[in-house]
């Protein structure tokens, strides 16, 4: 998941980057008044959002796998944590009575 991430925000500079240098070249208009740098940020956001979505599919698809799997054995883990209390629970009590 650190990997995706990384790769993630790599895209992300990239396309600030590209965007920091069109718009400051007049390639592309610049924001109104104080709020160049944030119509910078935004704008490479909006453009590293579908080149990441098309170009991290193959890593995104491996971190889901790697999160799935994790869950799974957590619960597991629980499962079996929780049938071990079940049966050291019967254990200790008398035969036939209840809680």
């Known amino acids: 998941m650190l990997r995706y991430t990384l790769m993630r925000l790599g895209v992300f500079v990239g396309c600030l980057v590209v965007v920091w240098g069109a718009v400051y ?3 592309a208009p610049r924001g109104l008044g104080d709020s160049n740098g944030l119509w910078v940020v935004l704008l490479a956001l909006l453009i590293s959002a579908p080149i990441s979505f098309v170009v991290l599919r193959k890593e995104r698809d491996r971190a889901s796998v790697q999160v799935a799997q994790r869950v799974d054995r957590m619960k597991a883990n629980m499962d079996a944590n929780r049938s ?16």
Do not use: C, L, M, N
Request: aromatic share 0%.
């Open 25 to 27: 070249s007049g390639v």
């Open 84 to 99: 071990q209390e079940d049966v050291a629970d019967d254990g200790a009590r008398p035969q036939g009575q209840t809680s």
